[in-house]
């Protein structure tokens, strides 16, 4: 039988050969390198180039010449094995296998213990991003929320304020009306008195204070009419702009109703809800078309509307009570004055006499007045040049500053502040000086005409005491006048 181990292709199987060759050349057995990065899982990189070393090993036998002899010849090898015997491996291959192996296991043990790790981690922290923004995106609602009922208070405060003031404006315009009404009595009983005086003869028919009187009394009435009904025809105008501010404030107040609405809705919004689904591409689609700045500025630009609308309307209102007061009062004062001179006119000389000498008295206290008032603003005129001087020299003085020092500093400022009120002071003293004047001008004019009246008072007592002083008798009163019936 042969003997395993041996080749029957090796020298020593056939005929006894005489050969030089000592030993196969040495092969170098490949070297691994750790540093290498593999394609698949780590420590599988030396697989394909493993090869048994047996058959170096094998080679490395010296063949002899001397060895020939038959009784040292190994048996020959089956043919059947001989291909297993180059196909099997060395110890040294099996632990280098089996150490690749664990590396390998332990090194993609460890990488997929960091990828769990880290995914872990990466869920941890999205978890708490999305819950973060979630949160904040609530917070915000809330804060919308409390900004569009702080909007909706402000807008409802104001719509009614709007409209108790349009209520206000539409009882003064009524009351405007009925005052305007009212006027026609008054001044149909003038107009009658300036007939009757028309058929006087003789030097008695003269314009005198008591047609002057009358005349100026159909101008005042007539001329409180026109304004009455011309500030109605202003509140009605005025009317139709708060109502569009109405309108305005009731479209805004309307629109934050839905909007919160909507909002409260979002805000109540859970991951568990019913209603919630995918909206893909929502984000993409910016159908806005505002800021939160310029939503509260309209909000707040309606608001400013229409405080300035109901300024506008108590501007009015207190116009008309104005007017009202002044009217009644200048109609009342016209009429009574109407009625003295008559009852001058009526009276018998001496009676004239001493109510236009009282008159004339009261004129002259008057001049009295007014030329002493007049000395004051002189004097208060003169008294402001020297602060004015001082002030512009002073001024003068610091245009002379070198340089930087030309500041417009704080006295600078000052200086230039008192110098366009110490004139701005002149211009209004002077003007009322002249206003003063003029008025001791007309005070003076007025003295004239009670002098000149006190000697040609003499008739018509018949046509003032008996036609004219008989219709004379009533008068609407004052809340009639203001239009309350």
């Not at 190994?74 to 150490?99: E, G, V």
């Not at 005086?197 to 005198?208: A, M, N, Q, S």
């Not at 991951?271 to 707040?300: L, Q, Y």
């Not at 000052?414 to 366009?420: A, I, T, Y």
Request: one cysteine or more; aromatic letters at 6%.
């Amino acid at each position: 039988m042969e003997f395993l181990g041996t080749t029957q292709t090796a020298s020593y199987c056939g005929p006894k050969k005489c050969c030089g060759l000592t030993s196969l050349p040495a092969v170098q057995v490949p070297v691994t390198q750790e540093c290498y990065q593999p394609y698949y899982l780590p420590g599988y990189r030396y697989l394909n180039s493993w090869r048994p070393s047996l058959f170096y090993k094998i080679a490395n036998v010296q063949t002899c010449p001397d060895e020939s002899t038959s009784t040292l010849r190994p048996p020959t090898i089956l043919p059947a094995l001989r291909s297993a015997l180059f196909s099997r491996y060395s110890p040294h291959d099996w632990d280098q296998s089996n150490q690749l192996q664990v590396r390998g296991a332990e090194a993609s043990r460890l990488w997929a213990s960091r990828l769990t790790d880290d995914s872990m981690r990466l869920l941890q922290d999205k978890d708490q991003l999305t819950h973060q923004m979630q949160e904040g995106t609530s917070r915000n609602l809330g804060q919308r929320l409390s900004d569009i009922g702080f909007w909706k208070s402000e807008l409802s405060y104001e719509l009614d304020r709007l409209l108790t003031e349009n209520q206000n404006l539409e009882t003064v315009k009524r009351r405007l009306e009925c005052a305007a009404n009212e006027v026609n009595c008054p001044l149909q009983v003038a107009l009658e008195c300036l007939y009757h005086r028309e058929k006087r003869i003789g030097i008695d028919l003269v314009h005198d204070n008591v047609e002057k009187n009358l005349i100026r009394e159909v101008d005042l009435l007539k001329c409180c009419q026109e304004q009455m009904r011309k500030l109605a025809q202003i509140i009605d105008i005025q009317m139709r702009d708060n109502r569009d501010a109405q309108h305005a404030l009731e479209r805004d107040f309307e629109d934050k109703s839905s909007a919160q609405c909507i909002d409260e809705k979002c805000f109540n919004l859970r991951n568990t809800s019913d209603c919630i689904s995918f909206f893909h591409g929502m984000e993409k689609i910016d159908g806005t078309i505002s800021v939160p700045e310029t939503w509260a500025k309209f909000s707040n630009d309606n608001i400013k509307h229409s405080q300035n609308m109901r300024a506008n309307s108590i501007r009015l209102r207190e116009e008309a009570e104005h007017l009202f007061e002044t009217l009644s009062d200048q109609m009342w004062r016209q009429f009574t004055d109407t009625n003295l001179a008559f009852n001058a006119r009526i009276s018998e000389v001496t009676d004239v006499k001493n109510k236009l000498q009282t008159q004339l008295a009261k004129t002259l206290q008057e001049i009295f007045q007014a030329e002493n008032t007049i000395m004051l603003l002189e004097r208060s005129i003169i008294a402001k040049e020297g602060p004015l001087k001082v002030a512009q020299t002073r001024l003068e003085c610091r245009t002379r500053r070198p340089n930087m020092e030309l500041c417009r500093d704080i006295p600078q400022f000052k200086l230039v502040n008192e110098v366009f009120t110490i004139d701005d002071t002149l211009q209004t003293l002077k003007l009322r000086l002249r206003e003063t004047q003029d008025t001791l001008q007309l005070l003076v004019m007025t003295k004239c005409r009670l002098e000149h009246e006190l000697a040609i008072k003499a008739n018509t007592l018949c046509i003032d005491k008996e036609k004219c002083m008989g219709m004379r008798k009533t008068f609407p009163c004052t809340p009639r006048l203001v239009g309350y019936t």
